[in-house]
């Protein structure tokens, strides 16, 4: 890639001020594919200049400006669709298959969205002899994780361009190859010098520089509810908007009227979607009690039919991202056993024959209490905890039995109880039978997973400020 060593700042490509760099490890093979340059403070001070300089005039663009902008940029962004999705392979070794179907095709949704969300956004309103107006909030700083990399830039980027608002984009180190060729896409659609900048660093430094600058006016985080954390403390004393989409322990109810071994399977393979690296993954299965040795047969063979490998080959599930992770991930699998749930497959090491990259063995665990680590920590890795329940009443009070709350699943033939068990659940996504994810729905947590929306018109609402104008009639 032409700039693998620059960051976009002010409509150019420039050098970083500091000299460290990221190893960007393929984890499929744990060979270097590039060096990454980390951004320092006095990058992230260029960029927000930038993006403060190019606001006045951008905030002032009509909605039809705009909206020819967003879709230039998704024309753009659909005939490097394919580029993407390989770019996705190599930085965090989602197996390609998924990365054309899902990966990439995430980062055309949300322009989709968004598009259609500027579409029908009336920003003016007369109420009496009030104008009620919404305004792009300002300088806004996106914050975003390696997991799904085309989903979380974009799902942030998109209704912000929309809005009006200027933007620096700081993508994970992890997995910055697919967003920086989004950056040179955002160039190339004509947007104005410093509207949209993009510098790569690590949390602490380029992220605490970002969330503390006083010339940033909001902050939108995807990521660990410990990053969530460390930003909401760091723009504190600024009193910016802080969105945070963050970690989740999503619970799924298999009732007892559900095609028990159907259910299962639909949840092994929802919780080892992107080898489990997703804040939604529904990694916590309640059944029946009298129902558990049914589920880890079930469960069992859905695991074991997930082959692991080179994510360009036809496998269903690649490497985890890094070293770091593997690490991770490896520490709560010998916790399960440690602790004394049943391992009804999987475990730690390696599957067999993989000797290098970062692989996982597809797990499950049965038995699970919820005094377990691996029934309370985010494990983020294609780990399952089968959970018994009594009744109802236990599998509701076992769900919100978590400092998160950001999705839960729900599998039953009787619908009308799925809608009643939804009302109580507390978190920001549900679904229920296995309906499909939708880009125009809002997303979000309760508790300890965030606050704020992000998808569609909720989205777009969240990088606007609500002004009201008296006397205006």
């Not at 270097?32 to 403060?52: C, Q, T, Y």
């Not at 298999?254 to 299962?264: G, N, P, T």
């Not at 009443?393 to 729900?410: F, K, R």
Request: charged share 25%.
């Amino acid at each position: 890639m032409r700039n693998l060593d620059k960051f976009y700042i002010g409509g150019t490509w420039v050098m970083p001020q500091g000299k460290d760099v990221h190893h960007l490890i393929n984890p499929a093979t744990e060979e270097k594919i590039a060096e990454i340059p980390m951004g320092n403070e006095a990058d992230v001070n260029s960029a927000v200049a930038a993006a403060k300089a190019a606001f006045d005039s951008f905030s002032m663009t009509s909605k039809e400006e705009r909206l020819v902008l967003l879709r230039r940029l998704l024309e753009l962004y659909n005939a490097a669709y394919d580029e993407i999705a390989d770019l996705m392979v190599q930085e965090m070794g989602t197996t390609r298959a998924f990365s054309h179907a899902a990966q990439a095709w995430v980062g055309t949704a949300h322009l989709e969205a968004a598009i259609e969300a500027l579409e029908h956004e009336n920003f003016e309103e007369l109420r009496g002899n009030t104008l009620i107006s919404k305004e792009p909030i300002g300088v806004c700083a996106l914050i975003t994780p390696w997991n799904w990399p085309m989903n979380q830039l974009v799902v942030k980027a998109a209704p912000a361009l929309a809005a009006g608002c200027t933007m620096v984009a700081k993508p994970s180190e992890y997995s910055p190859l697919s967003s920086l060729r989004f950056a040179e896409l955002v160039a190339e659609a004509g947007y104005p010098a410093g509207v949209y900048n993009h510098v790569t660093g690590a949390g602490p430094v380029a992220g605490e520089a970002l969330s503390r600058h006083p010339d940033v006016d909001m902050v939108s985080i995807t990521g660990s509810t410990r990053a969530g954390i460390a930003v909401a403390r760091a723009a504190a004393d600024t009193v910016k908007r802080v969105s945070q989409e963050l970690g989740g322990k999503s619970p799924n109810i298999i009732l007892r009227d559900a095609d028990l071994k159907a259910a299962v399977k639909a949840g092994v393979d929802a919780c080892f979607i992107n080898v489990g690296q997703a804040c939604r993954s529904p990694t916590r299965m309640l059944v029946p009690a009298e129902r558990m040795e049914e589920a880890k047969a079930a469960a069992k063979e859905a695991a074991e039919a997930h082959s692991v490998g080179d994510p360009m080959t036809d496998v269903s599930l690649g490497p985890v991202v890094n070293e770091i992770q593997f690490g991770s991930i490896q520490r709560l699998i010998k916790a399960g056993i440690r602790e004394g749930a049943t391992l009804v497959t999987g475990g730690p090491g390696r599957p067999e024959g993989l000797n290098r990259g970062y692989y996982v063995r597809p797990t499950v665990f049965a038995d699970v209490t919820a005094d377990m680590t691996i029934a309370r920590e985010e494990i983020f890795g294609p780990v399952l905890s089968i959970m018994a329940y009594d009744d109802e009443e236990d599998a509701i009070s076992m769900a919100n039995d978590t400092v998160y709350g950001l999705s839960a699943y729900i599998q039953t033939k009787d619908l009308d109880k799925a809608r009643q068990i939804a009302r109580r659940l507390r978190v920001g996504s549900i679904w229920i039978n296995d309906s499909e994810w939708d880009a125009r729905a809002p997303f979000g947590g309760f508790k300890q997973s965030g606050n704020g929306r992000e998808h569609g018109e909720w989205g777009l609402e969240d990088y606007l400020e609500v002004k009201s104008t008296a006397g205006y009639a």
